[in-house]
Nanobody
C-alpha cells in the first residue's frame, strides 16, 4: 500500500557530506521510519530510525556522523551524512512500519571515494 522513493545518492569524496531523502505515501499511519544499507556481499544493516514521537536511534558505526530527521508535512524523511568514509559505500534503503507491516524503497547507491 505505502510507496517509498529514495533519492540523493551519488559519488562523494571521503570526508564529505551527502543528504538522502525518502518520500512516503500513506505516511499518516506510519509508526516509524528507518534507513538501512547493504554493501556487496554483506548483509543488510540498520543505520538509523525515527519514531512518530520524534525519538531516534543510530547504529554505533554512524553515531555522531549521520542524522535522521522527518518533515511530517512533506511526508519525507532524510538522512544527513557527514564525514563519510569509504566503508559507508552501499545501497541505502528507506524502511517504513505501517499497520504492523514493513515496506521498502528501491534503494539509492552511495559511493565514497578514498
Amino acid at each position: 500500500q505505502v510507496q517509498l522513493v529514495e533519492s540523493g545518492g551519488g559519488l562523494v569524496q571521503a570526508g564529505g557530506s551527502l543528504t538522502l531523502s525518502c518520500a512516503a505515501s500513506g505516511s499518516r499511519f506510519i509508526s516509524a521510519m528507518a534507513w538501512y544499507r547493504q554493501a556487496p556481499g554483506k548483509q543488510r544493516d540498520f543505520i538509523a530510525r525515527i519514531r512518530k514521537d520524534g525519538s531516534t536511534n543510530y547504529a554505533d558505526s554512524v553515531k555522531g556522523r549521520f542524522t535522521i530527521s522527518r518533515d511530517v508535512a512533506k511526508d519525507t524523511v532524510y538522512l544527513q551524512m557527514n564525514s563519510v568514509e569509504p566503508e559507508d559505500t552501499a545501497v541505502y534503503y528507506c524502511n517504513a512500519l505501517l499497520l504492523g507491516s514493513n515496506y521498502w524503497g528501491q534503494g539509492t547507491q552511495v559511493t565514497v571515494s578514498s
